[in-house]
């Protein structure tokens, strides 16, 4: 994993620095627009305030104090050089800078030399940003008013230019105006499609990084960190395009990374990568809005897609076809974006070094996906902070003592090794390998998947129930790697009612992997699940997992050996659950104990297995035809099942040198 950090000084150290050597000890301004020649004599000396009406050039070694409203009106035009530093004072919806219908401003910084507005200390809400109203088309009809500073936008010109921005760094914007209004980091009102729009970042907005009324104005690479509401938000039938757009969530409780609003004008965003350190919500489109979106990733997001109004999900079209999105059980307007598990950055953060920020990408962030040979360092305490998949060829290798606490996100949290994919898990009965959420509740994440190339029933190159995932094949003896001393809490996470993650979930994985000594605990469904394939498992210990313990289907064929299930909470389904076709599995030294009641075996349709050495305690049933399939097909020691027997005289499997089965992260 490679770090990624790009912090240089902080904007509060450059602006100190700066001052001392500019003209910052001039008397506020007189709250009223001052005449035109006291804005320009201000401007000389450092100071942006009032109106202006004509042409003004800053100078790039002086820095400015922003401390009212600067607006540039009507056939003015305002140019900044790279390099140039706009200090805002702190004074909210009362200090931003305006460029009226008609006006221009030319932002000409450059990598080596952005130019910088921000208040002192960069904190969300100090004061109001930048606005451009323009000449373009906008469903809020011919002069409309904004709704910050009652600004006048929107004509007939729909190829009209309010001027450049390239290289511009915007921080701590997004005050209040009311409930309804606030400024955001850049705001675009009917800005049209000759305003060239290249190289923006916002930082630390109380509201929208950008947001688009209406306009056709298109914008190339954004960098978006922490706005607190919606990193990009449109509305008023906006048609233009983003492209190169990197939006970063670090900071619980902002609102999505995209919000679009009313009628949809289908405006382009290609090349979109946001990730989420703390859940939350992804896109969301009110009304009957949409877009189309060609190479996007989603990282971290407890929701991926929220049609907020009801709107159709075809509005929002991805890589050419309506969303692949699953409707999430308990939420009738909520979708995980079934693909976005697979694709990785599709923005390279490192191409916005010239921004400055403190925030660092660190080395302990698990997600995405895992190309070639990744080996975790045990030393590193890791974050799995959403899905975190193997790719074919790929190899994830992890050794003992580590230790990885998933995110409470639900189903957005899982490991997945593809078909073709391994994984080297090397804990040792000292030093298990750890894998569970903070608090380990059931349902918090979803678990560990392995798809593999061996046979099952269901086919070759199915689809698994989770994730969409492809398994099956023609090869018995396939390996998907090794798993040794495993202790994994709180997965389960329902996808809907008929779907969930398990502890951990075989699909059609071979003979050649290997499988000892794993514990789930805590699962809200089941401990682990094959569904086919071939692979055998030794020494599992699987406590109060709310499904089945251990279940199977597809006609998986190997063999349990030395199981210990415990079950001390209400309301659990089975120690075993075999479904389908009956290809026979093993299950030697299997020990099950219940302090609630239920149910031990269950088989449904024809499904069975032979079983040898089994010890069953506290169970109302122990053995279930769910579907009235022959007794015949379950064979304990030698001989067919009864509904009659106790099965408790078994040699119980001898725990009491798993020392290992519930360590902690």
Known sequence: MKKVLFKRLSVTAIFAALILNSCSSNDDPNPIDPPQADVIVNLENGIMNGSLEGSYSLDATTVYELTGQFIVKDGATLNIPAGTRILADNGGTDVYIAVLKGGEININGNASNPVVMSSADGNPGDWGGLTICGNATTSAGVDAEAEVGGFLYGGTDDSDSSGIIRYLQIVGTGAQISLESQYNGVSFYAVGSGTLVDNVAVINGADDGVEFFGGTVSVSNLYLENNEDDSIDWTESWSGTVTNAYISHTKAGFSTAFEGDKDNANPKFDNITAISTVGGKALQFKKQSGGSITNLSLTGYDVDLDMVDGGAVSNVQIDGADANAVLISTEPDEYYYSLNATVPPTVDVNSFSWVDTELSFETNILQGTVTGTVTLDPSINYVLNGSYIVQDGAKLVIPAGTKITARDGGTGVYIAVLKGGEIDIQGTADSPVVISSANANPGDWGGLTLCGEATTSAGVDAEAEVGGFIYGGTNDSDSSGSIKYLVIKGTGAQINSESQYNGVSFYAVGSETVVENVSVINGADDGVEFFGGTVSV??????????????????????????????????????????????????????????????????????????????????????????????????????????????????????????????GL
């Not at 020494?539 to 597809?554: F, G, M, P, R, V």
């Not at 009956?582 to 609630?596: H, L, M, V």
């Open 538 to 663: 030794s020494n599992l210990y699987l406590e109060n997992n709310e499904d089945d313990s251990i279940d199977w289907t597809e006609s998986w064929s190997g063999t349990v050996t030395n199981a210990y299930i415990s079950h001390t909470i209400e309301d659990f389904s089975t120690v075993f659950e075999g479904d389908k076709d009956n290809a026979n599995p093993k299950f030697d030294n299997i020990t099950a104990i219940s302090t609630t009641g239920g149910t031990a075996l269950q088989f449904k349709k024809q499904s069975g297995g032979t079983i040898t050495n089994l010890y069953l305690s506290g169970y109302d049933t122990n053995i279930d035809m769910a579907d009235d399939g022959p007794l015949a097909n379950v064979i304990i020691d030698g001989v067919a099942a009864t509904t009659t027997d106790a099965y408790d005289s078994g040699t119980q499997v001898d725990i009491s040198t798993w020392t290992w089965i519930d360590a």
